[in-house]
């Protein structure tokens, strides 16, 4: 008989998408083998309604809650007079915590996960406290919120330096009342713990996963561009502000760099719900913008480079862990690169600024470095195995099973 989780996702786990979905999907899928999973998540996308059948064919209880942004907006603006991150009255709702209050008593649930900290707020307090709480934070979001504050103009420097401020002291709080905090790399870890000092014992990472058979260079695709043009991707979600960011930096500062000495490089920008600034970068000579593909595979599959030029980042970046698994060469920004068990200049290439990155381009598409392709994908195979990242997490709620025995 399996043990009863309570499982808290602060954005339906499924479809595995976008970044923040494949890691709580994977811990979900991942979590059902060994656990009875009653799952609570939020559905910010009416499209995602779809996947409800899915995710109960892996939980004993699936609870699903809508949330509009436009009105989350507006109720976040709570968080102003009571003096807390606008991050936590957006993903209030009574209808969830009545939920999480009532499953906890009717199954006897005493182990609970909790996936980003905004879904902490639903096991915070003393009540709690006979239930084993983990929390993976996956990255720092409020030092995320400090990295946009200072790419910002006042009003909204002011704001999200305050969303910084407040979330912090949230996230510190509850790393003290949960027993294992968990965050997606080391370097992740490394830096809470500089910021939560109080915690330090309680910190852990476990690395996020690539499902290697599925992004494997060995799988025959059709190409999905013209013959004879060299290609640079980049892949995301294009409604992202830190990926529209990164996609209009390279766009203006480092592809006409680029295609000045290669006129027949081609730039694809891949990904759903693109903004109107980067729908508008499609207008442009050598960009194309496709939107919402089917399967982001065939082209990374047929591309000359993958590139990953954050300037605001935290935690681990998906679209480079996936293109490395295709054997696709990369070249990313400290900010991208940054928490990944990588090589630069050998599993990967690091570049700084937008010379740089221009340069280490140019140079791919011109001197392509095969031993680089073979060199990432090893990097992905020996590094970042779904199960064998996992089984930190489920250790540690098995630890804790053991001694309620």
């Not at 910010?44 to 899915?54: G, L, R, T, V």
């Not at 940054?338 to 381009?361: H, L, M, Q, R, Y």
């Amino acid at each position: 008989m399996k043990t009863p989780l309570l499982y808290l996702v602060h954005r339906i786990p499924y479809p595995p998408n976008k970044g923040d979905k494949i890691r709580s999907y994977h811990i979900l899928s991942y979590l059902a083998k060994s656990f009875d999973i009653y799952l609570g998540a939020f559905v910010d996308d009416p499209s995602d309604w779809q996947y409800e059948s899915e995710l109960e064919a892996l939980c004993k209880i699936v609870h699903l809650v809508g949330l509009n942004p436009r009105r989350a907006k507006i109720k976040s603006l709570i968080g102003l007079t009571k003096g807390v991150a606008l991050t936590i009255p957006y993903y209030h709702s009574k209808k969830m915590q009545d939920w999480v209050d009532l499953v906890l008593d009717d199954f006897n649930i005493t182990q609970a996960v909790v996936f980003s900290s905004a879904m902490a707020q639903y096991l915070s307090g003393k009540k709690y406290n006979g239930i084993q709480r983990v929390i993976d934070f996956v990255d720092v979001d409020s030092d995320k919120w400090a990295q946009y504050g200072k790419k910002q103009t006042w009003p909204m420097s002011s704001i999200y330096a305050r969303e910084s401020q407040c979330l912090l002291s949230f996230e510190r709080q509850i790393a003290k009342e949960f027993d294992v905090n968990y965050f997606v790399s080391e370097t992740e870890a490394r830096h809470f713990k500089s910021l939560a000092p109080e915690s330090i014992n309680k910190v852990d990472h476990f690395n996020n996963g690539v499902d290697t058979d599925y992004f494997s260079p060995l799988k025959v695709f059709e190409n999905p561009y013209k013959n004879g043009l060299k290609i640079v991707t980049f892949t995301g979600a294009m409604d992202y502000w830190a990926n529209v960011d990164a996609v209009v930096w390279f766009a203006n500062a480092i592809f006409p760099q680029i295609v000045a000495q290669n006129s027949n490089c081609n730039m694809y920008i891949i990904g759903s719900s693109p903004t109107e600034q980067v729908k508008s970068l499609g207008k442009r000579k050598n960009i194309i913008v496709t939107g919402r593909v089917p399967d982001v595979r065939p082209y990374l599959s047929y591309a000359d480079i993958s590139v990953a030029p954050l300037r605001i980042a935290r935690g681990v970046q998906n679209k480079v862990l996936e293109a490395m698994a295709m054997s696709c060469m990369v070249v990313a920004s400290p900010e991208a690169a940054e928490g990944i068990s990588a090589n630069p200049g050998t599993d990967f290439v690091i570049a700084d600024n937008a010379n740089k990155f221009a340069s280490a381009c140019l140079n791919l598409l011109e001197n392509p470095n095969n031993q680089m392709c073979t060199n990432a994908r090893r990097c992905i195979i020996e590094n970042y195995s779904w199960p064998t990242n996992l089984a930190k997490l489920q250790n540690s709620l098995h630890a804790n099973t053991a001694r309620t025995l």
